[in-house]
Structure formats: C-alpha cells, structure tokens
T-cell receptor, first 111, second 112 residues
Framework: KQEVTQIPAALSVPEGENLVLNCSFT??????LQWFRQDPGKGLTSLLLIQSSQREQTSGRLNASLDKSSGRSTLYIAASQPGDSATYLCAVRLNDYKLSFGAGTTVTVRA | ETGVTQSPTHLIKTRGQQVTLRCSSQSGHNTVSWYQQALGQGPQFIFQ???????GRGNFPPRFSGLQFPNYSSELNVNALELDDSALYLCASSRDSNQPQHFGDGTRLSIL
C-alpha cells in the first residue's frame, strides 16, 4: 500500500521568503506525481505534474523535483506572496488508476 | 476554471438516508474519479469510471456506488448514511488515466 507523507504539516513565512515543501512516498514504482493547491472549502487546483521519467518540472515561480529512488519530491515556491497562502497536497499515481494523497502542508505567507 | 462542476455545493442529511452527488466533466474527458476528503486529511480514492464502466475502486463499502453517463456527467450515490460519511466529496476528470486530473470544487456533505 502506497503511503504518502508531507512534512511539515504547517508553515508560516514572511512575504518574499522561498518556500520548500516536502513529500515522501513508500513505493517508488510510481507512474507520476502531481502537486495540487487547495484553498479553504475549495477543490484542488493542479500545479505541476511530473512523470516518472522526469526529474523536475517548472511553472513560473514553482519548481518541483522528483527523486524516485529515494521516494521524495520537493515543491519550491520562489519569492512567496500572501496569495500563496493555501494547503499544498502531493499525490502519487502507481501503475493503476488512483491517486494516493498526502495530508497536505498548510502555508501562511505573512504580509 | 477547471471545467468540472459539482452539485450541490452543500448538503445536510441524517443518518440512514441516501444521497446523490453530481459531477459534470469537460467534453472529451472519458475518465472520472471520486474522492472523499475528511477535514484535515488528504482525499481518499473512492472509485473511477472510464467510458461508463467502473475500472477501479478504493477501500469503500458497496453502499458507495456510482454512474457515468455518455454526456460526461456522473453521479456518486451513498446509501445508509453514517456520521463518518461527513466530508468533502470531490470529482476529478481527465481525458485518460495518463493525463492530469482536474478537480471540481466539491460537495460538502454533513450528516446529523
């Protein structure tokens, strides 16, 4: 059974600081890994998708890395802004049909 | 804007009742998945449908059932509601299982 862990559970930083969010998974035979953002009471917004053959993906201020062998992914958010405050979830897909999620990291960016 | 819409946004039911939640996916999205998200937790996979057939199921009892229709809409039905069924129910769709899943805003179900 795939276990996905996200540390820390919560993070508070001043505006302008870089954010580093960690995700670890127990089964390295993943098909892909996806990072999502969730605002309170809302659904999930896909941020980045990394295929198993890739090492990283970038979109604007966001960069996600993937190390399958160690079962880790890291999401970097550069120059954080108050609008980045949200819960960030990582999800892995094995060679089947479902996503296995971590419990998320709740980020607060202080103005 | 993901193009995935869910209804209703909020719902209150009592124990033992039955509920139907609805999801409308983007045109061409043949795969739809349903997830249950308890407060403070990550979403848990309930099941997935591909071209109107269930093709995967998580660790949920048979009282959780679903349907997918040719017009890219789908339903999640839950019978004999229990207090622990209180959660945010999320629908996600994609063109196929290799593509990113796009989520709706969910239905908040409260059981009294």
């Amino acid at each position: 059974k795939q276990e996905v862990t996200q540390i820390p559970a919560a993070l508070s930083v001043p505006e302008g600081e870089n954010l580093v969010l960690n995700c670890s998974f127990t089964d390295s035979a993943i098909y892909n890994l996806q990072w999502f953002r969730q605002d309170p009471g809302k659904g999930l917004t896909s941020l980045l998708l990394i295929q198993s053959s890739q090492r990283e993906q970038t979109s604007g201020r966001l960069n996600a890395s993937l190390d399958k062998s160690s079962g880790r992914s890291t999401l970097y958010i550069a120059a954080s802004q108050p609008g980045d405050s949200a819960t960030y979830l990582c999800a892995v897909r094995l060679n089947d049909y479902k996503l296995s999620f971590g419990a998320g990291t709740t980020v607060t960016v202080r103005a | 804007e993901t193009g995935v819409t869910q209804s209703p946004t909020h719902l209150i039911k009592t124990r033992g009742q039955q509920v139907t939640l609805r999801c409308s996916s983007q045109s061409g999205h043949n795969t739809v998945s349903w997830y249950q998200q308890a407060l403070g937790q990550g979403p848990q996979f309930i099941f997935q449908y591909y071209r109107e057939e269930e093709n995967g199921r998580g660790n949920f009892p048979p009282r959780f059932s679903g349907l997918q229709f040719p017009n890219y809409s789908s339903e999640l039905n839950v019978n004999a509601l229990e207090l622990d069924d209180s959660a945010l129910y999320l629908c996600a769709s994609s063109r196929d299982s290799n593509q990113p899943q796009h989520f709706g805003d969910g239905t908040r179900l409260s059981i009294l």
